[in-house]
């Protein structure tokens, strides 16, 4: 514990954002991190707690009192060496992991938690910037080949932890880019993918193989599949080429919203939106249907992707921005003593909704409404309706309805699952929401229903976090490991 008053004389300081107006103007990161004086100042709130909460709440289970610690001794190489210890990519969740760490730390209960979060990001960068991140080949090879599908946050984690183990790793990836959600779909505004870039680099300087532009098993064969020209591998083969395979493939079907005008234009899944807005930042065009330079925007889904788009609209000049949630609006403070140290309900307001936007709470859209004429295939507005909620359940309030103009809706209502084709191709057993199914204790191993067949990330527990990817995706790998050699030294 580096000062043992400092959680009672010294405040809780946030990292700073640009100004609105400024930050519109572009699509870089605009979060001013702490100097590192600030960084020690605020690593010396930490109270060394006896059960250290903070780490129990983090799904890595990083060793925040220990980093906090050598921060505040100015001793950040070996921080950034406890940070990797438990965690493979601090630079994608120092900036956009919403922190279940300080939901959970004990100076939470009284609403000021340590700012671990933001040391975290202070470290990474400081040790990119020091040269001290390198990699890290394996001293010796094993002999023994694993294909990794899918390059998401568990695909990747997996993939480092493997070919360090000395296993000889190939990633297969359909997209164009690695990456998976954090190159298409996660703004970057909220995380610049040269952080991906330099991550790819440093694994293929540790022996991984990353094959993109490659689809293995089944896609669904309709008109919006975009992957029919891919080159395609079967599950079979790469179970006949590898000595073992890990499914790391997403939770990729969007949820719908099968109302009257769904099939108008202007009416897109988030989905379709924020990777486009991605690959123009990369240098391709955007479709003029995906522009919302002067539009109304509706975005239906009150969760981060709808944040996402509303932040998106933003930056191409909507002209207004309304956002949609089905549920009441919670409580702008939580109610610690219940909640405490578990993550809790309460009013998020994120840094796209500061930029503007209209938050509409308890709220169901009925029909998407048609325009006139030449526009009759368009839409032009939303029909909605509100809702009253008792005990759990929602009904529609008589004579509430309204209708909202709206050129472009942005469908952000999660997803329902991975893509159903891609799990039938591999052949394994599915749980009731129809994931991989796959347990994570030491004895199940992350290990399918197929025999050599592995599962971790979204494609195993359904839509969730980039923390709770990389978890997977290391704890996976350990599995994997210990069914190719016997037994792991991985960490899990
Ligand atoms: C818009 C948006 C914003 C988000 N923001 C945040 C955030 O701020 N913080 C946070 O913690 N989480 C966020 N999330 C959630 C987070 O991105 C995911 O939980 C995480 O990326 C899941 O990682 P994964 O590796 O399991 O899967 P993914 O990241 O989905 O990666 C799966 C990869 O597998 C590939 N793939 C799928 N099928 C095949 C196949 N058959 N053959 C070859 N390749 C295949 C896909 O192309 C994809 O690249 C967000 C999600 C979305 C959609
Ligand atoms: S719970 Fe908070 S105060 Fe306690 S060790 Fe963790 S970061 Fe420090």
Redo the contacts with the bound molecule.
């Keep these: 514990m580096g000062k043992i008053t400092g959680f009672m004389e010294i405040d809780r300081l946030e990292e700073g954002y640009a100004p609105v107006a400024e930050r519109l103007g572009h699509y870089q990161e605009f979060v001013i991190g702490l100097t590192d004086a600030q960084t020690q100042t605020q690593a010396t709130r930490c109270m060394d707690c006896g059960t250290p909460f903070c780490n129990h709440g983090c799904p890595v289970n990083n060793i925040i009192p220990d980093f906090n610690q050598l921060v505040y001794e100015s001793d950040w190489q070996a921080a950034i060496d406890v940070l990797h210890s438990t965690n493979n990519f601090p630079d994608f969740t120092g900036r ?3 922190a279940p760490c300080e939901a959970a730390c004990v100076l939470n209960i009284h609403g000021v938690p340590v700012g671990i979060k933001s040391i975290e990001h202070a470290i990474i960068d400081k040790a990119w910037a020091s040269g001290w991140v390198q990699p890290q080949p394996a001293p010796c090879k094993t002999g023994k080949t694993v294909a990794v ?7 990747l984690a997996a993939a480092q932890q493997l070919a360090r183990a000395g296993h000889a790793v190939t990633v ?4 164009d880019r690695i990456g ?3 190159r298409y ?2 703004p970057d505004f ?1 995380l610049d993918k040269n952080h991906i870039d330099r991550r790819v680099a440093q694994m293929q300087a540790e022996g991984v193989v990353f094959r993109t532009r ?4 089944d896609w669904p064969n309709d008109a919006s599949a975009p992957l029919l020209d891919h080159e395609k591998i079967s599950p079979q083969q790469l179970q006949q080429d590898f000595d073992a395979v890990l499914i ?5 079907q969007s949820r719908d919203l099968p109302v009257p005008g769904r099939a108008l234009d202007g009416v897109h899944f ?2 379709e939106f ?1 990777p486009q807005q991605n690959r123009v930042n990369a240098g391709d065009q955007l479709p003029a249907q995906l522009r919302a330079d002067g539009k109304h925007v509706v975005v239906i889904g009150g969760g ?2 709808g944040s ?1 788009c509303v932040g998106t609209s933003n930056r191409h000049g909507a002209a207004s921005v309304t956002q949609f949630e089905l549920l009441p609006q919670p409580p702008a403070e939580e109610n610690r003593p219940l909640t405490w140290p578990y993550w809790p309900l309460k009013l998020r307001t994120s840094s796209s909704h500061d930029e503007g936007c209209t938050r509409e709470f308890a709220i169901a859209t009925k029909e998407f409404v048609a325009g006139t004429g030449q526009h009759a295939d368009r839409v032009v507005g939303v029909k909605t309706v509100r809702l009253a909620w008792k005990d759990g359940k929602m009904s529609e309030i008589a004579g509430s309805e309204q209708t909202l103009p709206a050129d472009l809706v942005l469908l952000a209502m999660g997803f329902v699952g991975p ?1 159903a084709s ?1 799990l039938q191709s591999f052949g394994v057993e599915l749980d009731a929401r129809g994931n991989a199914k796959a347990s994570t204790d030491e004895a199940g191993g992350y290990a399918t229903s197929v025999q050599g067949l592995f599962a971790a ?3 195993r527990r359904g ?5 709770w ?1 990389i978890r997977e995706g290391r704890q996976a790998a350990r599995a994997v490991d210990a069914y190719l050699m016997g037994e792991s030294v991985l960490p899990r």
């Design positions: 956009i992991c919403p599908v899918g390059s998401g946050p568990a695909g297969f990836e359909k997209n998976g959600l954090l779909g996660i909220k490659v689809l293995v098993g790391a493939a997403g939770s990729e988030a989905m924020l981060d992707t996402d893509v891609v990330g979204d494609v839509q969730s976090l980039v923390v990817a």
